[in-house]
């Protein structure tokens, strides 16, 4: 007598190997180090290199660490931001901190 399984099974199976595989890779990431790190900091210190630019939208999104607080804002002052990646990132921590020496 043979036994026949059941769609559901194969999709277990599969869902079990892949998040098998999943625990693998973190498992992986977390064990290996890079000692390349420190000598990719100096290069980028050296070449004056900008951020990572993850959106490809608006040059505020591109480069946070060079955008000033009302670049979102530049064509119109009272517009809303017609960006999606503009509501995910927030402006740089310095355009926060309090500024001193300003002459008034």
Known sequence: MMMHLRPSSFMISA???LGAAV??????????????????????????LTDLALFTEARYTRHPSQADLHSAFQDQPV????FPSGSLVSPPRHNFAPRTGVQQ
């Not at 390349?36 to 290069?43: E, M, Q, T, V, Y």
């Not at 517009?79 to 017609?82: A, I, N, P, T």
């Open 15 to 17: 869902m079990f190997l």
């Open 23 to 48: 625990v693998t890779l973190f498992v992986h990431a977390c064990s290996s180090t890079d000692n390349g790190l420190a000598a990719r900091a100096r290069l980028v210190g050296q070449l004056g």
């Open 79 to 82: 517009s809303l931001d017609h």
